[in-house]
């Protein structure tokens, strides 16, 4: 008994010294841990002084903890290592029921760096990454995040420096205005760090000319020219095994921005080393068919964005419903400047990251999507084991009447979206299909789609045709477009 009174009158002794620390000295650590090194990812739960939070086990990717019980005034210090000065990109991942969670990056001054609103996820193990630009100066210091308005969890930050290809460190004033008959002006960044030059990536647009309802293919100098079967043999086609195919391709290195007219069932190919190979005819193309053991394109690395541009606007989307070729970001602004969003996968995820993660994060069943095609492409279960015949052709038996196929395609019996999006989402069977939180968390569901929304900026994807029930795609729309900047990672 003596010695338990003796400890705690030293402990209370301890404790006391500590918040007196706290309150002289608000950015000297307590509890010092590791200093963290900017760019880089530093988990909350690192903090060296903290006020009034808590830490628990997450069930976010990754697992470990988060830190959560977060009130106005709360706040936690990280001591930090920024390697050189930049505008950084910072990402928080955050999670909340609520939509009033608000709290602010601050220097060791006090300077308010940036102020992150934190959106309703749906609860406070549902997981989205949002993202701001960060101004930071070289060398060790200290920030603090301070919650001016609590009820929110947060996982970790991650900083990455948009001097390498953020498709953030764009300012909407040095976006310049279309030429012609151009409605926005476009630009395709290389974010591959290095992995490519500008001349080795490659774009080439397809659609259809609302002017004449012709399928053309657009110019370095925004014109929409038409396409025929005569374009595979034209001067300056592709070859590949023998067979021509139309080159309708510009490098990033041809033009810094280009315009973009109205045009219906647009798509943008994005090709990586060399160009994609699309027979191209009088009444529309063939584009990359990964289905077909003979497709040319089996080994090329690509990607592609879908939109329209008419009379409403830009209308236009990420998508992941066939594979994942790279990491994209799809940033969309408009003229007046109220509109500014992006989606696609986080720009800290790595192309290489990404397929290891895959592989250590979905089910047994779809670990196999990630080999079909490796290292190109990661495919769709439309594309893999759960076809008919497949190992997994039946993995949705007993959840609902429907074949796995028609489940997964959206398609036959399951052409209604909300249905397939429900039973995509394993949500089926619930009274309400609309609860975000709830969606991928039992067997069967579409683990597939599930990766793409945890790795996605604010969770948005489309993970399969009808993804975008309940707003949950990665599309974006605005009236009057200013300009559409498209981001290839690696």
């Known amino acids: 008994m003596f010695y338990e009174k003796k400890f705690k009158r030293i402990y209370s002794v301890i404790w006391a010294m500590m918040m007196l620390l706290q309150m002289l000295f608000p950015f000297v650590s307590v509890n010092a841990s590791a200093e963290a090194v900017i760019p880089g990812r530093i988990e909350a739960e690192n903090y060296s002084n903290k006020h009034d939070v808590q830490t628990e086990t997450t069930t976010d990717t990754g697992g470990g903890l988060n830190v959560g019980w977060i009130n106005a005034g709360s706040w936690m210090d990280f001591h930090v290592n920024v390697r050189n000065a930049d505008t950084f990109t910072a990402a928080f991942r955050v999670a909340s029921p609520n939509s009033t969670g608000l709290f602010q990056l601050k220097n060791a001054s006090g300077q308010v760096l940036s102020t992150i609103n934190v959106p309703n996820t749906g609860g406070w193990q549902s997981w989205q990454t949002v993202s701001v630009n960060v101004d930071l100066l070289a060398g060790n210091q200290a920030l603090r995040l301070y919650a001016s308005s609590g009820g929110f969890n947060i996982n970790w930050m991650n900083f990455t420096s948009s001097s390498s290809s953020s498709i953030y460190s764009i300012p909407a004033s040095s976006i310049p205005e279309p030429t012609g008959n ?122 592609f964005i879908e939109f329209t541009v008419d009379a409403t606007g830009y209308h236009g989307n990420t998508t992941r419903v066939d594979m994942f070729g790279f990491p994209i970001q799809h940033r969309l602004v408009n003229v007046e400047g109220t509109y500014d969003r992006t989606v696609g996968e986080l720009e800290v995820e790595t192309r290489s990251g990404l397929f290891t993660k895959f592989h250590q994060e979905v089910p047994a069943q779809f670990t196999s999507l990630g080999n079909i095609q490796a290292p190109y492409r990661i495919v769709a279960p439309i594309h893999g084991s759960f076809a008919a015949g497949g190992v997994n052709a039946n993995y949705f038996a007993g959840y609902s009447n429907f074949s796995t196929q028609d489940i997964l395609r959206c398609d036959g019996a399951v052409s209604n979206a909300q249905t397939c999006a429900a039973i995509n989402r394993h949500v089926y069977t619930d009274d309400n299909w609309n609860v975000v939180r709830n969606y991928y968390q039992a067997a069967p569901a579409n683990y597939y789609s599930k990766f793409w929304h945890t790795h996605a900026i604010n969770g948005l994807a489309y993970g399969f045709a009808y993804d975008d029930v309940n707003n949950q795609a990665a599309y974006l729309e605005t009236s009057k477009p200013k300009a559409l900047i498209i981001r290839v990672g690696w």
């Open 182 to 303: 151009g409605v926005l002006s476009f630009k395709v960044m290389n974010g591959t760090n290095g992995a490519y030059t500008d001349n080795q990536i490659f774009w080439g647009v397809l659609g259809i000319n609302p002017a004449n309802g012709k399928w053309s293919y657009l110019d370095l100098n925004g014109n929409l020219l038409p396409i025929s079967l005569a374009l595979n043999d034209a001067p300056g086609h592709l070859t590949k095994n023998g067979i021509n195919y139309a080159n309708i391709y510009h490098k990033l290195s041809d033009a810094p921005w280009v315009s973009m007219p109205r045009i219906t069932s647009g798509r943008m190919f994005l090709c990586v080393a060399t160009e994609c190979y699309i027979k191209t005819y009088d009444s529309g193309f063939a584009g990359p068919d990964i289905n077909n053991p003979k497709d040319p394109n089996l080994n090329v690395y690509f990607d």
